[in-house]
């Protein structure tokens, strides 16, 4: 209609009165094109590493079309292909993505190392991309994806559920009222890994034979060749250099995001590390990592202190007695705002902020809630960009930043030095060695 503002209004009431007895749809390719999907049609959605959080990613988007699934292991992904009966199963997302004309957006949720290869292949397809965090296994690939996505205008989202949430936009909103005064330091912390996957341990020296059901190479991927062991997957590969990203990639997407919104930071200039003993093979048991920012417009310089592995930061003064830090939140998470003014601490996905003390908190005149809320899941808030909506909350022009700085705080623990860094020119400018981990090389036959 839009593009009929001419017709008058006779005319169009005599022209519906004549097709009362049908409405129809006017296709996508009449509308905008053979990339545009209409708000009104379901969106063709194919799965790819469905057995764990993709295949609830899928739950959340039932009403729409999965038109696809992939998985490199038939015995893992069972649950899930069992819920799709009818829809097309593959191993190799390289091949569902060429044979399989209809798919118009891809949820990604494989490990790590294999994040990038998949996302990029999807984008130059032209295909929407959900993919779950952290984005990306190295720096370098998170900043090409970024690039990638914009160039090619496609809709995309991180996995990290929480930037959809009323927390993160609660804290935003506190923080720029001035509730704690300018902040010049946070800490966050996780329990991760714990006892839920090993570091700090070598690399098995048995090898046990391949499971018929799954396609070892596939599952490898970009990843220098090892022999299957049941210690890489399922899940465990969080710890494993070659595969995961340690507890920083798989909670600080989470822990760190209402930090990165509410103080609006972007490339960091330093960052380093201590921590347990390392190793070539997985992260540390434990480890603490200092970020420093610099100023941004009216926000002074802050520095960020992540703490895992049960490290904890020290107890403010402000929190009750009977207040435990690291109950503050889910998932034994959580984040201290500390401003000039008073402090604030939240829970992992920013949940339940709050000033300390308690009395501070019932005292504070709430600002007026003016940032957009977001009434669907995080995964609908994808679905409703890919059909011309307003970008997703956690696109990866946000995201792909964030992610940078948290995987550049692993580079910081490999190397075991104060790095400088340039964000611009993603390059480390004290330590030139640690550019090494900026990206690795991938596999023969492989290529992002």
């Keep these: 209609m839009s593009e009929n503002k001419n017709i008058s209004r006779r005319q169009f009431l005599g022209g519906a009165a004549a097709a009362t007895a049908a409405f129809t749809i006017v296709p996508r390719h009449v509308l905008g094109g053979a990339g545009y999907t209409s708000p009104s049609e379901k969106l063709n959605i194919a799965g790819i590493g469905v057995g764990g959080m993709g295949g609830d990613n899928l739950k959340a988007l039932n009403n729409e079309n999965i038109v696809a699934l992939c998985d490199v292991d038939d015995k893992y992904a069972a649950k899930t292909f069992e819920l799709y009966p009818e829809v097309k199963k593959y191993r190799d997302f390289r091949r569902m993505l060429e044979k399989q004309k209809d798919i118009e957006a891809v949820i990604v949720a494989t490990p790590d190392h294999t994040h990038a290869v998949i996302s990029m292949m999807a984008i130059r397809m032209g295909k929407h991309v959900y993919c779950q965090k952290p984005m990306t296994h190295t720096v370098y690939e998170a900043r090409k994806l970024t690039e990638a996505a914009r160039e090619a205008k496609v809709a995309t989202q991180m996995g990290n559920q929480g930037h959809s949430g009323e927390g993160v936009r609660l804290i935003c909103e506190w923080i720029w009222d001035g509730a704690i005064g300018p902040v010049r330091e946070v800490h966050a912390w996780t329990n991760r890994p714990g006892d839920i996957w090993p570091q700090g341990v070598d690399r098995p020296k048995d090898t046990p034979p391949v499971p018929s059901s799954l396609d070892w190479n596939l599952w490898l991927g970009p990843a220098p060749y090892r022999p299957y062991h049941p210690a890489y997957l399922p899940f465990v590969w969080r710890g494993w250099w070659d595969f995961g990203c340690g507890a920083l990639g798989d909670m600080a997407c989470h822990v760190l995001d209402p930090v990165f919104s509410a103080l609006k930071l972007g490339f960091p200039s330093s960052v380093e590390a201590s921590s347990t003993n390392i190793n ?12 420093k920012f610099p100023k941004r417009g009216d926000m002074p310089p802050v520095k960020v202190i992540w703490y895992d592995g049960g490290v904890m930061p020290e107890r403010p003064e402000e929190l009750e007695p009977a207040r435990r830090l690291e109950r503050l939140g889910s998932d034994d998470s959580g984040v201290l705002f500390v401003g000039d003014k008073g402090k604030l601490v939240c829970g992992c996905y920013g949940d339940g902020p709050r000033l300390i003390p308690e009395a ?29 909506g307003k970008p997703a909350s956690s696109n990866f022009d946000y995201s792909g930043p964030m992610t940078e700085t948290v995987l550049l705080g692993n580079i910081a623990i490999r190397s075991g030095e ?31």
């Excluded at 070539?280 to 970020?291: D, F, K, M, Q």
Aim: with cysteine; proline share 8%; charged share 25%.
């Design 280 to 291: 070539s093979e997985t992260g540390p048991l434990a480890s603490i990592v200092r970020y």
């Design 360 to 388: 501070k908190m019932k005292e504070y005149k709430r600002p007026p809630k003016t940032l957009p809320r977001i009434n669907v899941s995080h995964e609908m808030n994808w679905v409703q960009a890919c059909k011309g």
């Design 418 to 448: 104060k790095l400088d860094w340039d964000g611009e020119n993603m390059k480390v400018i004290n330590v030139p060695e640690a550019n090494a981990y900026v990206h690795q090389p991938y596999r023969d036959g492989w290529m992002l």
